[in-house]
């Protein structure tokens, strides 16, 4: 399989709650030269309420995936969803150990081969294409969109099993973001906790730790919040309007990273996907294009004062001067 | 210091021997000593001059009530129970004693405001081996398991290990501190067991029934229907009878690491036997 090639694991928001990130992802990847093979007859890996009962059962699970990998003959698997990434590759270190392999097996009775590997869509694109391409491809670019990273708690962490950016203040969404073209504000709560599906049993939870994401977002003047995390997303985008009804003054879009990738590549709204977002993401584009528009025209300022400084320069050198006395004059003037 | 001439566990929680008294102030009442023997004492007649109730309406009945007016539930550390201490650092692969108590998990801690003990306090709980404390806590339960605490640990302790070990055993004791919590993880798998995928119309169904709060999160559905972001119905896959048996496996308890340990053992004498009958 080339480097270029990756199995697929879409995970069960992808059908559902997060078809915006499946749509523009696959587009996004095709547009890069990646190749996606879906694994076939997927199954859940059990996520968060998985690993609650018993890691083995996490694992398990997340093993089945594996092996429906290995029938297609697929070993190197991408996910955007950083909760399956986190369930498969935990499965992946904890089976390296014999006895819980064994008990694993026990589970599934399907013994599973060596040499699988697990990554998420973020980090094949940061790491394995890398910004330089991704920049060449921009056709529509970002400029004059205020945006925050958010990357939620599963990204980096545990950092000895994710081994991806730095676990505290991870850089490669913002990267990202800065090779669109956006201006990307530095974010306190990059990697705080969102709630997660703690939503449903404790209900005061994301109001209370998604609100003050969304509230330092609108205080710091963010056009949108990027994510990369279809339940981040979901608590901070669909729970928005809870959120507010407790008392948060702001609106802020939350699209995904490769939603904005799909905009700026130049792709069509069917691969952007903005409409399925809770938030209208319009009014970010509309102060996008205002600060565009402002930032043209200042750089056509700057550029046409320096062009009547070169040319006043150009002036007094082509009087007959010498070169020493013309800088005299102009320190003379100073 | 004169010894009080009281036999048993001392306020550090390690014995005194048989015959060695621990020490205290002379003549004053026995702070923390049950004189029924090592077991926990939670009752107020056995409780010190200090601790008085708390005004407040609390969950703990004894409570100790400091000059500034907080309350702190009193803890005695008599009663260690080790095989607990022992079953939590198996089940998680840390050393609880490593914590030396710095609070930096629980300065970390997303979830702190809904707990009853900080995360800190319940690593303290298990080191004081105090089983029943740890595992009817609500805040085994509340864990978001976002990992802060195990990144920010100085002693390099996966502090959400730990916990997420604590819920196990926790539901394998069967006390579920918080109940929507329990009833949110059945949904769930009920849902992947039947479907093989989990099927978010369906887990919210299932969690209505299962808590009975039937309105739970529904003014969010017409911001989700009418953009086919949540299906009726769920994608089945072809294996989801595979995905139930691994569920059912679990269930009857195939996974059980004595069970494999010992089938591991006897495969492997089996193989020794086959390689010396070869030899033979």
Aim: net charge positive; glycine share 8%.
């Amino acid at each position: 399989m080339s480097k270029a090639t990756f199995g697929y694991f879409p995970g069960c928001s992808g059908l559902g709650t997060s078809l915006e990130y499946e749509r523009s992802t696959r587009a996004v990847c095709r547009e890069l030269g990646l190749t996606l093979w879906d694994i076939p007859d997927w199954n859940c890996c059990g996520s968060t309420p998985a690993h609650t009962v018993d890691p083995v059962l996490s694992s398990a699970l997340s093993a089945r995936v594996f092996a429906q990998g290995e029938t297609a003959g697929i070993r190197d698997v991408v996910t955007p969803c950083p909760s399956c990434l986190s369930n498969l590759r935990n499965a992946l270190e904890h089976m390296e150990d014999e006895l819980f392999a064994a008990r694993v097996e026990a589970l599934t009775e399907r013994p599973l081969e060596a040499g699988h590997s697990v990554k998420s869509v973020l980090q094949v694109i940061v790491e394995d294409i890398g910004l330089d391409k991704v920049k060449e491809r921009v056709r529509r670019p970002l400029v004059g969109l205020r945006a925050v990273p958010y990357y939620g708690c599963l990204m980096t962490r545990p950092e000895k099993i994710m081994r991806f950016d730095d676990p505290e203040n991870p850089q490669s969404l913002d990267l990202l973001l800065q090779a669109l073209g956006a201006e990307v504000l530095p974010f306190p709560l990059k990697v705080d906790c969102c709630g997660g599906s703690l939503g449903i049993p404790v209900r005061e939870s994301v109001p209370r730790l998604s609100g003050r994401i969304l509230e330092l977002a609108g205080e710091l003047g963010a056009d949108v919040i990027v994510v990369a995390c279809p339940l981040c997303q979901m608590n901070l985008d669909l729970r928005q309007g809870q959120i507010r009804a407790k008392g948060l003054d702001y609106t802020v879009p939350v699209p995904y990273f490769t939603q904005l990738m799909a905009y700026a590549f130049g792709l069509g709204d069917e691969e952007a996907a903005f409409k399925l977002l809770a938030e209208d993401i319009s009014p970010a584009f509309s102060c996008m294009q205002r600060r565009a528009g402002e930032i043209k025209a200042e750089e056509a300022r700057v550029a046409a004062l320096a062009a009547q400084k070169a040319a006043a320069k150009a002036g007094r050198t082509g009087s007959g001067q010498s070169q020493a006395k013309s800088a005299g004059a102009a320190g003379g003037e100073a | 210091m004169q010894p009080c001439g009281r036999l048993g566990r001392n306020l550090r929680g390690s014995r005194t021997a048989e015959g060695v008294p621990c020490h205290r102030r002379p003549g004053s009442a026995p702070v923390f000593a049950n004189p029924q023997g090592l077991s926990p004492v939670r009752g107020e007649a056995n409780a010190p001059a200090f601790v008085r109730k708390c005004k407040k309406q609390c969950a703990f009945k004894l409570r100790n009530v400091t000059k500034r007016g907080e309350c702190m539930e009193t803890v005695l550390l008599n009663g260690r129970d080790d095989a607990f201490i022992r079953a939590v650092e198996e089940s998680s692969g840390q050393v609880v004693a490593r914590c030396y108590q710095c609070g930096n998990c629980t300065a970390g801690c997303p979830m702190s405001f809904a707990y009853d003990y900080s995360v800190s306090q319940v690593m303290r709980l298990i080191q004081a081996g105090q089983k029943d404390a740890v595992l009817s806590s609500k805040a085994v339960w509340l864990c978001a398991a976002c990992n802060t605490c195990s990144q920010r640990c100085p002693n390099e302790i996966n502090v959400a290990g730990v916990m997420d070990a604590c819920r196990q055993m926790a539901r394998r004791e069967k006390k579920f501190a918080v109940r929507a919590m329990r009833a949110f993880v059945d949904a769930f798998l009920d849902s992947v067991k039947f479907n093989g995928r989990s099927h978010e119309v369906g887990i919210m169904a299932l969690y209505m029934l299962y808590t009975g709060r039937v309105w739970t999160d529904v003014e969010l559905a017409p911001k989700v229907l009418p953009k086919g972001k949540m299906p009726l119905l769920p994608h089945r896959i072809k294996g989801r009878s595979e995905v139930a048996a691994i569920i059912d496996r679990y269930k009857q308890g195939l996974s059980d690491p004595e069970r494999v340990r010992a089938r591991l053992a006897k495969d492997a004498g089996a193989e020794s036997g086959k390689g010396k009958e070869a030899v033979s």
